[in-house]
């Protein structure tokens, strides 16, 4: 077994000294804004956005002043991206079963799906404006016919992003928030005397939104830690380097810590892209975070199989994966791993980040081997019910949990279950023994 590294990123132990960094600022941040409230919140904002606006939440005539700066031709394409991604998550939905079974005669058991009662979305926004990512989470969560939605986004140069605001409205948002960052974070899950705290967190976001959802995660609920976004293309020679170079680099340049990884069975492949991505960063008008991250976060990989290829990527466990050779359907198959899959030539990441309909709010930092991605699910909370109907159940299932409690020693718990079987069984049960 022979895995080769061509290009290395930055060593692990200074990732981790950057991250503990991180850790630090966002626990002053937090707590301050626990302490302070809106003063704080107020306080960060012109810190780091400098925008302090009378009030963060817009009003319903500033979101129409706004939408009406949406051309026409933008406002359409905003709409087509939410329908794709409301048609898919109806269809996830739509799958989301309520069930009610008897399962002895008398005894019925049953789960129901309800919506989390309030969100919290996060639209990044401070360097790029990030519309789509109010499809992703704002209109999933309308679909899942979540109560109240909010939802926040940083000021764009010194103002809302009117295209930004127009998806948050039209996603079915019932309070826009024009705040960025920590402060936004921490005012929707701890609330301030002016903003009702939610009950759950969800979006994407830089280190140190995912670092606080990190943080706050038990106060309030979050969908999954979506930090700086990763790429890795797995790539054989059905490909080109052009095409390697120009999917690695399309998702470094959200970030100067983006991972980009390719991972290849072909040293000639993985030299080429390495020219081809010099050449692509001479002409890449963001060039100046895609070559930091590339240079810092990027690595190419070379394994002599398959098989190595797929034990690296499941390992790695990517936020997106594209898959672009001979047999992507066995990749399909046999990855466990990763946040979503991107599979032959003709799809790419961009695809999923901003149209296609599947959501782009996924599991980064490994966390694709215990979770997948945001979807209509994660708005939704699947609560158990029983009922016992007949006296006869009642005193059978009495004795079995009598007899249970005991072997545990609760009697207490035994008891619970000994009165029905009196009641309901008109059968003699000693105090604190296990039913016959």
């Known amino acids: 077994m022979t895995i080769i590294h061509i290009k290395h990123g930055k060593p692990e132990a200074e990732r981790s000294e950057d ?16 302490t302070r409230g809106d003063e704080a919140v107020r306080e960060l904002s012109e810190k780091f956005d400098r925008y302090t606006p009378q009030s963060f939440k817009l009003s319903a005539g500033e979101i129409e002043a706004l939408m009406n700066q949406v051309s026409k031709r933008d406002m359409e394409d905003i709409k087509f991206a939410q329908t794709q991604v409301r048609n898919f998550a109806q269809a996830q939905r739509d799958s989301m079963l309520d069930i009610e079974v008897e399962t ?11 919506p989390v009662q309030s969100v919290g979305c996060y639209i990044p926004g401070g360097k790029f404006p990030m519309v789509a990512s109010a499809h992703m989470s704002v209109a999933t969560a309308s679909v899942a016919k979540v109560p109240r939605i909010i939802a926040a986004t940083p000021a764009f140069k010194g ?13 079915g948002a019932h309070e826009i ?47 999954l830690f979506a930090g700086p976004t990763e790429t890795m293309v797995i790539a054989d020679e ?18 100067y810590n983006s991972p980009a990884v ?78 979503a899959l ?5 799809t790419n990441v961009a695809n999923g980040d901003k149209v296609i309909g599947t959501n782009h709010t996924l599991p980064t930092k490994k966390a694709g081997r215990y979770t997948g991605g945001l979807w209509v699910g994660k708005f939704l909370k699947t609560h158990s019910y029983q009922k016992v109907v007949t006296d ?15 072997l545990e020693g609760f009697v207490g718990h035994a008891e619970q279950a000994n009165l029905r079987v009196r009641r309901y069984g008109r059968r003699y049960i000693p105090y604190g023994t296990a039913a016959e």
């Open 262 to 339: 390719l991972l290849t069975n072909s040293k000639t492949l993985a030299e080429e892209t390495l020219v081809e991505i010099d050449r692509i960063l001479a002409i890449l008008p963001t060039a100046d975070t895609a070559s930091k991250s590339w240079a810092d976060y990027g690595e190419i990989i070379v394994c002599d199989t398959y098989d190595e290829m797929l034990q690296v990527a499941n390992d790695i466990a990517s936020e997106h994966v594209q898959v672009m050779t001979d047999r992507d359907d066995w990749f399909l198959e046999n990855m466990h791993s990763y946040g």
């Open 177 to 223: 928030y024009v705040l960025g960052g920590v402060q936004a974070i921490g005012a929707m899950a701890i609330g301030t005397e002016t903003i009702q705290p939610v009950h759950m967190l969800v979006g994407p976001g830089n280190a140190f939104v995912a670092e606080a959802k990190r943080q706050l995660y038990g106060r309030v609920g979050i969908d």
């Open 19 to 34: 991250d503990q960094k991180v850790k630090t600022i966002v626990e002053t941040i937090l707590k301050d804004i626990e």
């Open 342 to 346: 991107f599979l032959g030539p003709r």
């Open 159 to 171: 103002a809302p992003n009117p295209a930004v605001i127009a998806a948050m409205h039209l996603g």
């Open 104 to 114: 002895l005669p008398g005894v019925i058991l049953g789960h129901k799906n309800v």
């Open 392 to 406: 006869e159940a009642a005193a059978e299932i009495g004795a079995y949990c009598s007899r249970l409690c005991i």
């Open 238 to 255: 059905t490909v080109d380097a052009e095409i390697c170079a120009t999917d690695l680099l399309g998702q470094a340049e959200h970030g």
